[in-house]
T-cell receptor, first 113, second 114 residues
């Protein structure tokens, strides 16, 4: 079946530090991969996506590259801000299994001034 | 343009009571998804609809849960009777093109069953 594994949090960083949140997946075929962000008290928002191998998704300074050889989609940002504090979810959508999203457990990020 | 609307935002009820959660998808979207978020299990799909028809309900925990979509602009998730283990945040999401495009999430309903 489809599954997503993320590094467990919480992750605490100082402002302007480099961020990496690891994500690996298991799926047959060619899934699309996503990162969603959830700010406190809000629903999930799409942060970035990649639909095929070697695609790089990017948004708001965040990047992730779809690596089929390592089945990974790690999230990175060169310089985090306090406003990036949130929970980040890696997810996949496998057309072979329908259009629902399979989510990782989420990684909580806290950025301190 | 309004996003996905869910009501109520918070619900506290006692075990055994009926609970109804409501969702209004984004206008023009033809796919609707209900997810449940708990600390133990993370985000799980409960059911999704395409053109008001349930396509996959394999995530619905048991017969106490039921979902309907009587028209393109409204869906309900009902729990009867509710149990403490149903306490969670329930999210509704919608998308267009049969689910092939981005899913937009509502703010969620936080349900507490005492």
């Amino acid at each position: 079946g489809n599954s997503v594994t993320q590094m467990e949090g919480p992750v605490t960083l100082s402002e302007e530090a480099f961020l990496t949140i690891n994500c690996t997946y298991t799926a047959t075929g060619y899934p699309s991969l996503f990162w969603y962000v959830q700010y406190p008290g809000e629903g999930l928002q799409l942060l970035l996506k990649a639909t095929k191998a070697d695609d790089k998704g990017s948004n708001k300074g965040f990047e992730a590259t779809y690596r089929k050889e390592t089945t990974s989609f790690h999230l990175e940002k060169g310089s985090v801000q306090v406003s990036d504090s949130a929970v980040y979810f890696c997810a996949l959508r496998n057309p072979l299994s329908g259009y629902a999203l399979n989510f990782g457990k989420g990684t909580s990020l806290l950025v301190t001034p | 343009d309004a996003g996905v609307i869910q009501s109520p935002r918070h619900e506290v009820t006692e075990m055994g009571q009926e609970v109804t959660l409501r969702c209004k998808p984004i206008s023009g979207h033809n796919s609707l998804f209900w997810y449940r978020q708990t600390m133990m299990r993370g985000l799980e799909l409960l059911i999704y609809f395409n053109n008001n028809v349930p396509i996959d309900d394999s995530g619905m925990p048991e017969d106490r849960f039921s979902a309907k979509m009587p028209n393109a602009s409204f869906s309900t998730l009902k729990i009867q009777p509710s149990e403490p283990r149903d306490s969670a945040v329930y999210f509704c999401a919608s998308s267009s093109r049969g689910g092939q495009t981005e899913q937009f999430f509502g703010p969620g309903t936080r349900l507490t069953v005492l």
